[in-house]
């Protein structure tokens, strides 16, 4: 009764006004900007899903635009259909309504396109002839290696590589925030100039010293190339990460009866969990798509690796078969993402410096 | 449980004197509190106490052998920081049994023992709790669950209660004093503090700019300051400080001349704790400035001839008001004259306000 009293009619009609005007103007902002980020999108992902539909869809001797356009016609309306969505409901309903229009959409793609797909341009994953049916069996032998070959060596490449990279930037950024030593300031300086020059630069000089060194066409030159040129950017990033460790908890450690080497390991490096996750993560996907080094240091076949594969796969049927040359990248890009869809969640922790937003 | 001793320690960074001549016993089971302004020495102490920095010079004893060199693993020292500095990626049972780990205790006596320290600070129900779920309080026992776990010869504490609110502090100071007791551990506690020092420690070591100004219990620092920098620092409201000129037995300090107890000639400083001056009707003329109720007393400003004076009167209301003019006089004995040069207390001199 007494809240009743304290409306007055004139003054609840008022609030009622003003609150249909902040829903309105809440609901503009609100599809001004999914508009603006559905534009945007669409040129962003339109390029990925032409690249998996080239690949099981192309035959050889050209591309079916006709495909390509029907497909387009269906994924563009989806991805504004699933930006209206968003703007009226979430939640549960959300998710429902974005699987929902998924299904109509792939529904859609089989009636359009289904008669279209194949698996025939992933034939390079059995058969290491991929240019059998293009120029003949006697001169495609052997030309390219085992796509296995170059997928075992990228991996070998990236993962040793990371190896690499985390231990020394994660010792070397515990080291660098921990203890005062001469010439400290300047190493630190130093980092942020070598990571300031452009890699290309060093380009000849590296292949003298890997030439000399007998390195020339390993893997283990271009590890040791990649992980040297990556650990500058690493080793601040550690740095930071463990700047903001505080003190007390490795002094409580050693009190506690912990060497300074348990400490370390069984105290401080889980607060850095997330930075060494990141640096492990951008370390690999570096080595995972390295190709200016490979490309000046590697020559033999057999130590190609997935960004030479499909540079030479592309070199040699362009124009006659991109349906492989898709099919090639998309193999190439699985790893990559896979990591990215497992570390995404720890990721986006993550801000320069080491502070966890 | 240990005596620990100190002898002409001294810690230096560089051209940095953070501590200086340092000497210092404390008695096996002995609570004792480093009490100082921030930048003292006073955590540097702490430091060299838990084996975390090596003094530069002089010996740190524990129960009689030199442990300079002794690193803070296997002194067996508890400490609990400021911060508290619980490991945030480990639970409270797990943070609590970190100690005992490099102790080679098996696991379930490890448990047992985490348990009962647990239950000691009263936590035992937040066991499967992790750091960041726990109020500051409840942080603050765990570290002192995970100091006492491995029942240390020697408890550190770190400004313990400054990130504790109010009402907290409290009953958290008369918790770390029981469990003192109940333990019976030698305890160092370092503070900023003067209430948390006088409250829960033996006695209190008062530091200033890396050296010892004085040792005593709170009493003594109380009514015989051996300096100046003590008598300003301890007491709240503040000791009133006057200068004076004492000559021929006289003590002549604004426009007032007092007499002398005792054999002293030069710049002095004399000083009154607020209630230990009285006010009646004869004696020393003052006129009321400002009255403070504080609550339980009343502070009130003076203005006499020997400057402006604070005075402290029982009860929350007083007779006074802002302008009245009254008199005021003290006990000699309550009075503290200091060597206003060395800025030392002279001792068995006191003055006394001139005869009617």
New interface residues.
Partial sequence: MAVQTLEAPAGAERWQMLAVRARRRRRLTDSLLIGFLVTVSVPIILPYFWMLTISVSAKTGGVESVVLWRASGVLVPAVVAFGLLRLFVEGRRLLWGGLMIAAIALVALLLLVGQDLHAQNYRFLWNPDIVADIRGRATAEAQFPSVWVAFRNSLALAVTQTALVLTVSTLAGYYLSRFQFPGRSGFLQGLLVLHAFPAMTLIIPIFLLMYWSGLLDTLTGVILVIATLELPFAIFIMKGFFDAVPWDIEMSAMTDGASRRQAFLQVVLPQVKVGMLAVGVFAFIKGWEEYVFVRTLLFEKQNWVMSLYIFWVSEDIMGVDYGIVAAVAVFYILPSLLLYIFCQKYLVQMTLGGIKG | MARIELRGIRKQWGAVVAVEDMNLVIEDGEFVAILGPSGCGKSTTL?ML???YMPTAGDLLFDGARVNEV?????????V???Y?????MNVKRNIM??L???GVPREEAERLALEAARMVRVEELLERMPAQLSGGQQQRVALA?ALV?KPQLL?LDEPLSNLDAALRLSMRSEIKRLQRETGITTVLVTHDQIEATTMADRIVVMRTGRIEQIGTAEDLYRRPDSLFVASFIGAPPINLVEGEAADGRLRVGELTLELRGDVAGAVVLGLRPESIALDGAGIPARVVDVEPMGRETLLLLDTPMGPLRVLQGGASVPYREGDQLGLTFAPQDSILFDRETERRLADVHAAPPKA
């Fill in positions: 430091f838990a084996g975390i690193e803070a693993k296997d002194r067996n020292v508890g400490i920081f400021q911060s500095a619980l490991y945030p990626h970190f100690p780990k490099f102790k995970r491995k550190l």
